[in-house]
Every structure is written in structure tokens, then in C-alpha cells.
């Protein structure tokens, strides 16, 4: 367990997590599309997401992280409830450690759980069952004859605490001191006035969550059930590839968490665990899913991605399934930088002319750009430029970064001056991500009536004109009238905008770009 408790606005004593662990976790769920404080969490992972490249250095770090935490006799203990989901991951670690895990599963009824993440992400309750049901059912399907307890989240409020016993056995400690101290410290952490859900016995409203609980409840005590447990898992294996279609829907839920600028738990993490803080804000849709929506609705066919060593990150999750090439610019980039992906074009400065005199020296255009721009307004307008530069007419730029939180950079800045100062483009953003802009190049919206196209109204001109060059009153001014400046619209308007059904979300795949994507020649020259 973690040494610190961190505790927050929902968990006032802590959740007791390591935030190293916890934080990689949620590098790698935000780069699958599945942030865990969105209703896109309970989506199935990636078909063998285990062996993508993006895994490679996440798992290495935490293999370097659990090397820093064993001492003689090899002994540890980590609590986060992400892993459960990523226990594949996990056993290679364990593997190349030479550890022998031991597995508990805190076992809550899933309509106090249900309930929790109502309050918590503002999620509906019969999504929150499902949710339950999805760590339920992977901790049984990746633990099969595997050493593992598990205890009720209800008997730490018995008296005498049985759970105590149990987990001692199950550990075998006999160096954790009498009964009676042991007793002693864990009531300074088991707090019965913060049992939110208190000891009324509530039903599911899923009928096949309550059945399963029940058989999670019995089955310790009665072994035969492991055979309608496995089943059940399989069955519900069946169900996660049904949903998949339906990610548009569930990833569009309105119950995701508000981004606010520490979530409670700010003034306990370090500058970079900040992170964490900001990943609880990314809403239904990324980045890369805006973009892989766009292309297969557009049948395009050639993506360029603009980012540096820090921005970007899901190069990984482009659906190369039509694309014929597949290119990556990253500047600001650390020599010793890798994600196990291909990088056409990298250097440690901010040099990037080289490429763009390449690609016009070869005619080369894409039909899609993202641009993830380093956060200074320089990089992010002159990225916008070349990027719009190789756009093919008809051809759009998803931009991220478009809506940040406080002392994120200004890009936004750059997109506002960049766009109401054209009119060979139109524009929107989608309020997702941190704000995800799309350009498109000399093509109208197909629903002007809607979204005004053309030029920006002339008095919102001269308001941002007024405001641009001073670096307080742009943020604030920007703040109060975005949704005119950024023509913000909702996830599930961008849907309907771009008559986007299911089948554009269906599938996607998250692997190394096609053996037939074309390339530019390497050896382009740096600039460091």
C-alpha cells in the first residue's frame, strides 16, 4: 500500500494508491480512449492491447518503479483499482521481477458502488452497475488459478473485524504484531462515519449484476460455483464485443466529470502528477478519436501529425485501417525519446522547415493533419500555417488544446487569431479533450444554419482585437465568450454535424500504421 493516503473531496481519508502506479495507468487508459473518470472507462479495451507499442514504456516504467520499491525479503503491496483491467500487462511484469503476486479483491455491493460514481462523475446508475460488473468479471477471468482473497467492503464495519483475520492468513504475516494492534491501527483508518452507503441492502437494477454479486458473495465459501462464475465471465466477454459498436453513445454520456483546477487532490501531487489532475477533465471523445471519425466518414486517406516529445501521445490509437500513409513530426523531441512508433521527422529544437520544404519539393499533401502543438503561441500559429500549407482543398486540421484549463499555454490564442483571419477556411470546436478544433479547408458546414459559417461577426473581431495583446484580459475575455469565439459545439452535436452513425466508431484499431503506408525518404535533414 501506497505510504500516503491522498486524500480528496470523495475519500477524505485517502485513497492509499501509489500515484506513480496510478499515474501510468491513466497515461495508458487516456491513450486507449478510456479515461477513467468518463463514461468511456467502461468501454472494452483494445483487441491484444497488450502488445500495441504504446504499452512499451509505460510498462518499463513501472517495472522500474516496482524495482525502487523492494527491499529484502521481497515484499510489496500496491492498491489501484485500474489494474485490475490491465493484469495481462501486469504479469509480464511480475514475470521479469520474479514476483509471485497475491490478489484481493475488496468486494462492494454494485449499487453503493452504483452510487459513488453517481456522485463522484455524475454517471446514471445503471452505468455505474455495469462498471462494477466490468472489474468484477476481469478480475475472475485474469486471476483464474491464481492466488486470491476476497474480502467484503461491509465486514471491515463488523466488530471485531474478521477482515483482518482473513487478510492475515491469506498473506501469511506473522510479523504484523499481536491481534490487538493491528486492530488499533486499522480503526484509525476504517472510519464507519464514512461508510457513504451505510448497511441498507439495496438490489441491483440489473438483474444479471445481482446475480453475479451474489454468486461473488458465496463463492469462497462454496468452490462448485467456480463453473457458473466462469461462465458468466465468458458470457459477459460476449456482451463487451456487442458494445463496441455503440462507443459513440456510451462515450458521449453526459456524466463525465467537470474539470475544475485541482479536483481536491492538486496540492498533494508534484508538478508532474499534475497530470492526473488534468486527465480527469478529458471528456467523451480524444483527440485521436475526432480524428479517426472524421477520416472514416470522409474516406480519407493520408494523415500527418504535427506534436512534440510531450503533446500528442496517441499515435498509436489512428485507425491506419484506410490510410495509405501515415506520418509523424515531432519537434522538442529528447534523443532517447521512443514509443515504439515510427517518427518521420524529429529533432531536439523547434526547427521544422525541413520537412515541410521536403514534402513540397515531393507535391506531398494529406487529407488530414493533427496538430498538437508545443503550447507557446509561436509554435502553434506557425504549426497551423504549414500545417494548412499541406492540406489538400476539401482537407481538414483537428487542433488540440483549443479550451485549456489555467497556465496550459496558448494555443488558443493562436487558433482564435489564426481562424478569424481567414476566409479561405470554416471552423468549429468540439468540447471535448480540451477543446479539439476542426478546420476545414474551402469547404462550407454542411449546416450553416446551425454553426454561422463565413467570416466571424465584426464585432466579435473588434472585442478580440481589443483584448488579444494583453495576456490577462485574453484569457479572461476568451474565457467568458469562447463558445463564440471557438464555435463550440457538444460531442453529440458534432455527431449529429457531421452525420456520424456508430459505424464510423465501430472497430477501431489501435496498431503500428500498414506495411503499404508510403513514406518520406529518411535521412531528412535536423535542426537541433
Not at 471519425?293 to 516529445?309: D, N, P, W
Not at 496538430?371 to 489538400?392: G, I, K, Q
Request: hydrophobic share 40%; net charge neutral.
Amino acid at each position: 500500500m501506497s505510504d500516503q493516503a491522498h486524500p480528496d473531496p470523495h475519500n477524505l481519508k485517502g485513497q492509499w494508491e501509489h500515484v506513480e502506479i496510478m499515474f501510468q495507468q491513466d497515461q495508458l487508459l487516456d491513450a486507449f480512449g478510456r479515461n477513467f473518470y468518463t463514461a468511456a472507462h467502461a468501454l472494452p479495451l483494445p483487441t491484444e492491447w497488450w502488445k500495441l507499442p504504446i504499452v512499451k514504456p509505460i510498462k518499463r516504467k513501472l517495472t522500474s518503479y516496482l524495482t525502487g520499491l523492494m527491499v529484502s525479503p521481497k515484499r510489496l503491496g500496491f492498491k489501484d483499482p485500474r489494474t485490475v483491467r490491465f493484469l495481462p500487462m501486469w504479469f509480464e511484469i511480475f514475470r521479469e521481477l520474479s514476483l509471485a503476486p497475491k490478489f484481493i479483491m475488496c468486494l462492494r455491493d454494485p449499487t453503493q458502488v452504483a452510487r459513488s460514481l453517481q456522485a463522484r462523475d455524475g454517471f446514471d446508475l445503471a452505468l455505474g452497475e455495469y462498471r462494477w460488473m466490468l472489474y468484477a468479471v476481469d478480475f475472475f477471468r485474469y486471476t483464474s488459478g491464481l492466488s486470491r482473497c476476497i474480502i467484503e467492503y461491509d465486514d471491515w464495519f463488523v466488530k471485531g473485524m474478521p477482515n483482518l483475520r482473513k487478510l492475515t492468513k491469506f498473506l501469511k504475516h506473522s510479523d504484523m504484531g499481536a491481534d490487538a494492534d493491528i486492530s488499533s491501527i486499522a480503526a484509525e483508518i476504517v472510519d464507519p462515519a464514512l461508510r457513504h452507503g451505510g448497511s441498507v441492502t439495496l438490489r441491483a437494477h440489473n438483474a444479471y449484476v445481482q446475480s453475479f454479486y451474489n454468486l461473488m458473495k458465496r463463492f469462497e465459501d462454496e468452490p462448485h460455483l467456480a463453473g457458473a462464475i466462469a461462465d458468466a465471465v465468458t458470457q459477459f466477454g460476449l456482451v463487451q464485443e456487442f458494445v463496441r459498436p455503440f462507443e459513440p453513445i456510451i462515450g458521449s454520456h453526459d456524466g463525465t466529470m467537470t474539470p475544475t483546477k485541482d479536483n481536491g487532490r492538486a496540492a498533494v501531487l508534484s508538478k508532474r502528477q499534475d497530470k492526473i489532475v488534468r486527465s480527469r477533465g478529458a471528456a467523451a471523445l480524444s483527440k485521436t478519436e475526432i480524428v479517426n471519425a472524421l477520416t472514416r466518414k470522409h474516406g480519407f486517406s493520408s494523415y500527418l501529425e504535427i506534436s512534440t516529445g510531450k503533446t500528442g501521445n496517441h499515435f498509436a490509437g489512428v485507425d491506419r485501417t484506410q490510410l495509405t500513409t501515415c506520418h509523424r513530426l515531432v519537434y522538442r523531441c529528447p534523443d532517447d525519446y521512443s514509443d515504439g512508433l515510427e517518427i518521420d521527422f524529429r529533432t531536439r529544437g523547434v526547427g521544422i522547415s525541413p520537412f515541410f520544404d521536403e514534402v513540397r519539393h515531393r507535391g506531398t499533401t494529406y487529407d488530414i493533419v493533427l496538430v498538437a502543438s508545443s503550447h507557446t503561441y509561436e509554435c502553434s500559429m506557425r504549426d497551423l500555417s504549414y500545417a494548412l500549407s499541406a492540406l489538400v482543398d476539401g482537407g481538414i486540421l483537428v487542433v488540440h488544446d483549443c479550451d485549456p484549463p489555467d497556465s496550459c499555454g496558448v494555443t488558443y490564442a493562436a487558433f482564435v487569431d489564426f481562424v478569424l483571419g481567414r476566409d479561405d477556411i470554416d471552423y468549429y470546436t468540439v468540447d471535448t479533450d480540451f477543446g479539439c478544433g476542426v478546420i476545414k479547408k474551402r469547404r462550407p458546414l454542411p449546416s450553416p444554419d446551425r454553426i454561422s459559417a463565413g467570416p466571424a461577426p465584426e464585432g466579435l473581431r473588434l472585442f478580440w482585437e481589443a483584448i488579444r495583446s494583453d495576456e490577462t484580459l485574453r484569457y479572461v475575455g476568451f474565457k467568458e465568450r469562447k463558445r463564440e469565439l471557438l464555435r463550440m459545439i457538444s460531442a453529440r452535436e458534432f455527431f449529429e454535424l457531421e452525420s456520424l452513425g456508430s459505424l464510423h466508431f465501430a472497430g477501431i484499431q489501435n496498431r503500428p500504421a500498414s506495411r503499404n503506408a508510403t513514406r518520406l525518404r529518411s535521412g531528412l535533414p535536423l535542426e537541433r
